[in-house]
């Protein structure tokens, strides 16, 4: 379980495909690595990895083939930077919002609109997710947790602040570029239950 608070800019150092639909993606990140271990939970643009070895400030992760289609991950390139955020502590504060590291969907930046302190920016929302993306409510982009502003049928905006634009790779989106879409999981327990309720479900 993660937050959505990104603790660290890290670097993609190379992704080697492995055969059998998966790869080893090897990623820089020295604040996540500096007490991380074999088998630990890192996320890396919003995708919860299982670490596979640390050494030198990089840690490996085994990606399957299905992470790898069903996210933004198998775009990535070596040097390309990532979001990076070790698994919550249950002693800690809870920044951001609740965030399983499951991507739901790849979205993609529609449009940015700079202003004096913040910027605004509009996604596109895949297929299906709208109905579990409200004003208000929270969304997880590449891994960061952010308010919504705005939502339609098929896209969602948000306001970025000075803070979100330097220290994450959202300062360097550009129009066209995909992201890795979270939606508040809380949501979608509420849907299931109100189903099951509906129809006359007692689980």
């Known amino acids: 379980m993660f937050t959505g608070i990104v603790e660290e800019l890290g670097e993609i150092v190379r992704t080697t495909d492995t055969g059998g639909d998966s790869a080893l993606v090897a990623v820089r990140g020295p604040l996540v ?7 630990d939970s890192i996320a890396v643009n919003g995708v919860c990895l299982t670490v596979v ?15 790898l289609r069903r996210t933004a ?13 070790r698994a919550a502590a249950l002693n800690s504060r809870l920044g951001g ?9 790849v ?11 913040w910027e605004a920016v509009r996604f596109r929302l895949p297929a299906g997710l709208s109905r579990y993306v409200v004003e208000k409510g ?51 327990y509420v849907e299931r239950l109100l189903g099951d309720r509906a129809a006359g479900g007692d689980r």
């Open 138 to 188: 929270s969304i997880t982009v590449d891994g960061i947790s952010l308010t919504v502003a705005g939502v339609g049928d098929d896209w969602f905006s948000v306001g970025l602040i000075p803070t979100t634009l330097k220290l994450t790779t959202l300062g360097a989106r550009d129009v066209g570029d995909p992201v890795n879409l979270e939606v508040d999981v809380l949501a979608k």
């Open 107 to 117: 979205g993609e930046v529609l449009s940015r609109e700079p202003a004096a302190q």
């Open 73 to 85: 991950l198998g775009a990535l390139r070596p040097g390309d930077p990532v979001n990076l955020e």
């Open 33 to 39: 690595t500096s007490d991380a271990r074999h088998g």
């Open 97 to 105: 919002h609740l965030v399983q590291g499951h991507v739901d969907g």
């Open 53 to 67: 070895d640390v050494e030198g400030g990089i840690f490996t992760a085994d990606v399957m083939g299905e992470t």
